[in-house]
Nanobody, 126 residues
Framework: QVQLVESGGGLVQAGGSLRLSCAASGRTASNYAMGWFRQAPGKEREFVARITWGRSTWYADSVKGRFTISRDNAKNLVDLQMNSLKPEDTAVYYC????????????????????WGQGTQVTVSS
């Protein structure tokens, strides 16, 4: 089992930055690829970024060049640095762990992530 807790959300003006963190617990947490997803009001949950245990990364086109995902396997932390934020980035952001240990491929499919945090609100004002 992997438990995930997000932190770092808040209110920021357009053009500003926020850094989200996801603390993973469970002795094998560092062996899973991790992802960030978001869900805006009235919209479906969507993929934002992914990082494998070997630190390969993937990003949604909408955040490429603005967001950076990183991880510290020793501390079981996964961060999402968000720069140049836009009002359309407003959403609840969720941390998730892939259900396949040591899987190194890409995945933006929600059903391939077995563990989820409770989410943290990010609001970007115009």
């Amino acid at each position: 089992q992997v438990q995930l807790v997000e932190s770092g959300g808040g209110l920021v003006q357009a053009g500003g930055s926020l850094r989200l963190s996801c603390a993973a617990s469970g002795r094998t947490a560092s062996n899973y690829a991790m992802g960030w997803f978001r869900q805006a009001p009235g919209k479906e949950r969507e993929f934002v970024a992914r990082i494998t245990w070997g630190r390969s990364t993937w990003y949604a086109d909408s955040v490429k060049g603005r967001f950076t995902i990183s991880r510290d396997n020793a501390k079981n932390l996964v961060d999402l640095q968000m720069n140049s934020l836009k009002p359309e980035d407003t959403a609840v952001y969720y941390c998730a762990a892939d259900g396949r240990m040591f899987y190194t491929g890409s995945s933006s499919r929600i059903d391939e992530y077995a563990y989820w945090g409770q989410g943290t609100q990010v609001t970007v004002s115009s």
